[in-house]
């Protein structure tokens, strides 16, 4: 039975008022806590630098634009007592404070307080990867590059370069990101990594996948029956190498020693030269054109002539010579690295007691053909698009005129062909040349996939699936329009590297504490229980800008929005100590390697 409020004539108000629950929230899954442990060698006047470190996070819910809009909002955070004993907070510094904090945090700061954020993280995300796969089988993943452009004529910006934006090339940085498609939350990042602009995508999707497997805890199945025949194509490709080698060292070794020839043949001439000038001036002979010594001189200079060839001959044959020698230390060394990685994905399959089946989207600009064979190799089924032009125009090619395309959208049509072999590519894959119209013009496109599905049976779903990585390109839409990242607040690199994370990290707890919302207990009567909707947008541009009055009692608090508010006549009950949720429970108990880092860590 619920304890009815004391009703208070005048009581408090919070202008914020979806604060208060993700402050009881963030308390109960330990996020304060993880804050208020991080040791920063910084002085406290009135607040310390952790209060002003979590304001910024708070403020982060909140959708602030700037560090300016925690005092000069138009309902300024720091002057919301009841949203700073929410968070346990006996007040909230002013923005110049918080600002002077994050431009003095060191590197070494963030990523202890990144660390302890990352563990909350990864208990949510094995929660996930456990209900996903029970229900379906495997997971799914994708992965992109989002630019925070800043303007040109700024010099303050540390370590920033320029680089493609958007179609532009803009000074500015580029962040990593990953994302896990959720049963629960539909989607939860996993990882967002700092670059500068001059960052491309081909350079970062190994690194996506690295950082994925460390959110997820878990890793494929590796692929070492594949590397072991890329090996052995290695080698017999190297055999050729290493015959026309010993060709061009015979041949280069024949034209060193026909140049030694040559070069006796024209000492010899030019001796018999010398002998006939002195003969030719003792007898005071003139040299004439059918003479002994002008066909001598003519001798010579064919000599000199074939010298000449000789030696432009040993020329060419070293150069070839040189460039297949450096051609074989390479093959050397990229064998020497294919067989070091088959042994690192034997092992790494002997020590994956548990591997997941992960199907990972990705879009053209991580796909060269280096990235997808090695992504193949280490386990992944790949949706992608081709990077290259040129195989769009040669499958289209190989496309009848009288061809029956597969109708996979309104304007969207697909042609497919199974067990395609795209050229100086290791392995077969199943290829899909999309045709979709962009008025006025007709386009092109070739879907890649690799896997043990038969997409090329199911046109439609496999166009369908890819374009769900749709789901990230939003997310990156949310964290511009609704987080600002692409609003750097401090001007400090350790600080932009946390507000980087600060963002994933709340994109994430919000859709947690809004499924924990729903679960609330409904209110007394009269008030009527408010249902949160699990939007992102509506829950930071509504739910923490909305007032409400707060009647506290021994049981609870209760949140009743007032009449200002779009959610007039609905309220929230806070019971008065909810059960905190255990960090054991949140560790993914099929990976008990993962438990041993954590605890590590």
């Given at each position: 039975?619920?304890?009815?409020?004391?009703?208070?004539?005048?009581?408090?108000?919070?202008?914020?008022?979806?604060?208060?629950?993700?402050?009881?929230y963030?308390?109960?899954?330990?996020v304060i806590?993880?804050?208020?442990?991080?040791?920063?060698?910084?002085?406290?006047?009135?607040?310390t630098?952790?209060?002003?470190?979590?304001e910024a996070?708070?403020?982060?819910?909140?959708?602030m634009?700037?560090?300016?809009?925690?005092?000069?909002?138009?309902?300024?955070?720091?002057?919301?007592e009841?949203?700073?004993?929410?968070w346990?907070q006996k007040?909230?510094a002013?923005?110049?404070?918080?600002?002077?904090?994050?431009?003095?945090?060191?590197?070494?700061?963030?990523e202890?307080?990144?660390?302890?954020?990352?563990?909350?993280?990864?208990?949510?995300?094995r929660?996930?990867?456990?209900?996903?796969?029970?229900?379906?089988?495997?997971?799914?993943?994708?992965?992109?590059?989002?630019?925070?452009?800043?303007?040109?004529?700024s010099?303050?910006?540390?370590q920033?370069?320029?680089g493609?934006?958007?179609?532009?090339v803009?000074?500015?940085?580029?962040?990593?990101?990953?994302?896990l498609?959720?049963?629960?939350?539909?989607?939860?990042?996993?990882?967002?990594?700092?670059?500068?602009?001059n960052?491309?995508?081909?350079?970062?999707?190994?690194?996506?996948?690295?950082?994925?497997?460390?959110?997820?805890?878990?890793?494929?199945?590796r692929r070492?029956?594949?590397?072991a025949?890329r090996?052995?194509?290695?080698?017999?490709?190297g055999?050729?190498?290493?015959?026309?080698?010993a060709?061009?060292?015979?041949?280069?070794?024949?034209?060193?020693?026909e140049?030694?020839?040559?070069?006796?043949?024209?000492?010899?001439?030019?001796?018999?030269?010398t002998?006939?000038?002195?003969?030719?001036a003792a007898?005071?002979?003139?040299?004439?054109?059918?003479?002994?010594?002008?066909?001598?001189?003519q001798q010579?200079?064919?000599?000199h002539?074939?010298?000449?060839?000789?030696?432009e001959?040993?020329?060419?044959?070293?150069?070839?010579?040189?460039?297949?020698?450096?051609?074989?230390?390479?093959?050397?060394?990229?064998?020497?690295?294919?067989?070091?990685r088959?042994?690192?994905?034997?092992?790494?399959?002997?020590?994956?007691?548990?591997?997941?089946?992960?199907?990972?989207?990705?879009?053209?600009?991580?796909g060269s053909?280096?990235?997808?064979?090695?992504?193949?190799?280490?386990g992944?089924?790949?949706?992608?698009?081709a990077?290259?032009?040129q195989?769009?125009?040669?499958?289209?090619?190989?496309?009848?005129?009288?061809?029956?395309?597969?109708?996979?959208?309104?304007?969207?049509?697909?042609?497919?062909?199974?067990?395609?072999?795209?050229?100086?590519?290791?392995?077969?894959?199943?290829v899909?040349?999309?045709?979709?119209?962009?008025?006025?013009?007709?386009?092109?496109?070739?879907?890649?996939?690799?896997?043990?599905?038969?997409?090329c049976?199911?046109?439609?779903?496999?166009?369908?699936?890819?374009?769900?990585?749709?789901?990230?390109e939003?997310?990156?839409k949310?964290?511009?329009?609704?987080?600002?990242l692409?609003?750097i607040?401090?001007?400090?690199l350790?600080?932009?590297?946390?507000?980087?994370?600060?963002?994933?990290?709340a994109?994430?707890f919000?859709?947690?504490?809004?499924?924990?919302?729903?679960?609330?207990?409904?209110?007394?009567?009269?008030?009527?229980?408010?249902?949160?909707?699990?939007?992102?947008?509506?829950?930071?541009?509504?739910?923490t800008?909305?007032?409400?009055?707060?009647h506290?009692?021994?049981?609870?608090?209760?949140?009743?929005?007032?009449?200002l508010?779009c959610?007039?006549?609905?309220?929230?009950?806070?019971?008065?100590?909810?059960?905190?949720?255990?960090?054991?429970?949140?560790?993914?108990?099929?990976f008990?390697?993962?438990?041993?880092?954590?605890?590590?860590?």
């Open positions: 039975m619920i304890q009815q409020p004391k009703i208070q004539h005048n009581p408090a108000m919070t202008a914020h008022a979806y604060l208060l629950p993700f402050g009881e963030a308390r109960t899954i330990g806590e993880e804050f208020q442990q991080v040791a920063v060698a910084q002085k406290t006047c009135v607040h630098p952790q209060s002003k470190l979590l996070f708070v403020g982060t819910l909140a959708g634009r700037g560090i300016k809009d925690l005092s000069l909002a138009e309902h300024p955070l720091d002057q919301d009841l949203v700073a004993d929410a346990d007040s909230w002013d923005y110049s404070g918080v600002a002077r904090t994050l431009q003095q945090v060191s590197q070494a700061e963030v202890k307080l990144i660390t302890g954020l990352q563990r909350i993280n990864q208990g949510f995300i929660q996930e990867v456990e209900l996903a796969l029970a229900e379906v089988g495997y997971l799914v993943v994708d992965g992109d590059l989002s630019c925070i452009p800043v303007c040109k004529q010099t303050r910006f540390p920033v370069a320029y493609h934006m958007s179609d532009m803009r000074l500015g940085y580029q962040v990593g990101l990953v994302s498609h959720s049963p629960r939350y539909g989607r939860l990042w996993l990882s967002i990594e700092h670059h500068p602009g960052v491309t995508s081909v350079t970062q999707a190994l690194n996506l996948v690295r950082a994925a497997e460390a959110a997820l805890g878990g890793r494929p199945k070492p029956d594949l590397l025949q090996i052995v194509q290695h080698e017999q490709v055999q050729v190498v290493w015959d026309r080698l060709t061009h060292r015979q041949a280069w070794q024949s034209a060193q020693a140049q030694q020839q040559r070069k006796q043949q024209v000492q010899e001439g030019q001796a018999q030269v002998q006939l000038e002195q003969v030719y007898k005071d002979r003139p040299e004439r054109a059918c003479s002994q010594l002008a066909k001598a001189h010579l200079e064919r000599l002539k074939r010298l000449t060839q000789a030696a001959k040993d020329h060419k044959l070293a150069k070839s010579l040189q460039r297949l020698q450096q051609q074989w230390a390479q093959h050397e060394q990229t064998g020497q690295e294919l067989t070091q088959l042994a690192h994905l034997i092992q790494e399959n002997e020590h994956n007691a548990q591997p997941l089946r992960i199907l990972l989207r990705m879009d053209a600009g991580f053909y280096a990235n997808l064979i090695e992504l193949i190799e280490l992944y089924e790949i949706y992608t698009k990077r290259s032009a195989v769009v125009r040669s499958l289209l090619a190989e496309v009848p005129a009288d061809f029956a395309w597969v109708r996979v959208g309104p304007d969207a049509l697909l042609a497919t062909w199974q067990g395609f072999r795209l050229p100086n590519f290791a392995y077969p894959v199943q899909a040349v999309a045709r979709f119209k962009d008025p006025p013009h007709l386009k092109h496109n070739v879907l890649l996939y690799f896997g043990p599905e038969s997409r049976e199911q046109p439609q779903a496999w166009y369908v699936f890819y374009n769900g990585r749709q789901t990230i939003a997310g990156i949310e964290q511009k329009h609704i987080f600002y692409h609003r607040k401090v001007r400090s350790p600080a932009i590297v946390l507000q980087e994370y600060l963002v994933l990290f994109a994430n919000i859709r947690w504490a809004m499924r924990w919302m729903q679960t609330l207990p409904p209110p007394p009567a009269p008030w009527q229980p408010h249902t949160p909707s699990l939007s992102i947008k509506r829950a930071v541009q509504v739910g800008h909305t007032s409400a009055y707060v506290a009692s021994p049981a609870g608090r209760l949140i009743a929005f007032t009449h508010s959610f007039f006549h609905q309220a929230l009950w806070l019971p008065a100590q909810p059960t905190p949720i255990p960090k054991k429970m949140m560790i993914f108990s099929h008990p390697w993962f438990e041993q880092w954590l605890h590590k860590t």
